[in-house]
């Protein structure tokens, strides 16, 4: 079965940096692109970023592009996101989906940041 | 960036009603139109890709049609476990863009 376990959510001051991190299992990871979707409290999904199977290429909404970075280890089957410079705005659950046929199939449980003084 | 627009915002049916939901895209997409479910509290779930094509283990009454730039979903027979926030969203192009999302409800 794929599972998507996401890890590294919490607390920052705007202006702060956070990593998130997406432990995949149950399929070749390093043959599908992958994911991260965004959902504010209270609020619908958001696309944030995409990156190809071996981490070439890389896309992003225009809301992250300069302070987001997503990228991964294939070796260890982990997808990550460097957030720097987060904002109020940036304050949402954080989901890594995994991409078949250029949409989401699967997608972890999410993890929770929050952008706060 | 390419807008994704649902009706209804919100509805409330009947266990055993047929469901439909409408997505519009403010340009053509071709089929690259997906729907997700996502039960409260819960992460999203995978429901229809390609516009019509179930993702592996959803029940047959879920189905989805269109092209272009109108889509629908539709549940055939209301069950209570239907009970969710169902989003369409485009990969035609970048950004990916999701609708606001249709409420359902059991009446």
């Known amino acids: 079965d794929v599972h998507l376990v996401e890890s590294g959510g919490g607390l920052v001051q705007p202006g702060g940096s956070l990593r998130l991190s997406c432990a995949a299992s149950?399929?070749?990871?390093?043959?599908?692109?992958m994911s991260w979707v965004r959902q504010a409290p209270g609020k619908g999904l958001e696309w944030v970023a995409n990156i190809d199977d071996d981490g070439s290429d890389t896309y992003y909404v225009d809301s992250v592009k300069g302070r987001f970075t997503v990228s991964r280890d294939n070796a260890h089957n982990l997808l990550f996101l460097q957030m720097s410079n987060l904002r109020a705005e940036d304050t949402a659950v954080y989901y890594c989906?995994?991409?078949?046929?250029?949409?989401?199939?699967?997608w972890g449980q999410g993890t929770l940041v929050t952008v706060s003084s | 960036d390419t807008q994704m627009t649902q009706s209804p915002s919100s509805l409330s049916a009947s266990v055993g009603d047929r469901v439909t939901i409408t997505c519009r895209a403010s340009?053509?997409?071709?089929?690259?139109l997906a729907w997700f479910q996502q039960r409260p509290g819960k992460a999203p779930k995978s429901l229809i890709y390609a516009a019509s094509i179930l993702q592996r283990g959803v029940p047959s009454n879920f189905s989805g049609s269109g092209s272009g730039t109108d889509f629908t979903l539709t549940i055939s027979s209301l069950q209570p476990e239907d009970v969710a926030t169902y989003y369409c969203q485009q990969y035609y192009t970048y950004p990916y863009t999701f609708g606001q999302g249709t409420k359902l409800e059991i009446k």
């Open positions: 149950g399929f070749t990871f390093s043959n599908f692109w």
């Open positions: 989906a995994k991409i078949f046929s250029h949409t989401f199939d699967y």
């Open positions: 340009q053509g997409i071709s089929d690259y």
